[in-house]
């Protein structure tokens, strides 16, 4: 799901995602390009990942953004 519908988004604007890890309901990301380093990524997380991860997933995910 992260490769098919986020990452074209993220790519179009000049930055990656990429899925560190899932474990217990929490998925680590790591962005890069334009996001790295970019302070409107936790609004991004908040805004788009987080309700896309939740949709097709149907569970109560938690996101978290490494450095």
Do not use: K, W
């Not at 560190?20 to 680590?28: E, I, P, Y």
């Not at 890069?32 to 949709?55: I, K």
Request: charged share 15%; glycine share 8%.
């Amino acid at each position: 799901m992260l490769r098919e519908v986020l990452t074209p988004l993220f790519a179009a604007e000049g930055g990656s995602v990429e899925l560190v890890s899932v474990r217990d309901n929490v998925v680590q990301l790591r962005f890069g390009g334009a996001y790295r380093g970019c302070p409107s990524v936790a609004y991004t997380v908040q805004s788009y990942v987080l309700p896309a991860l939740r949709h097709a997933t149907g569970t109560d995910i938690h996101v978290e953004v490494l450095a």
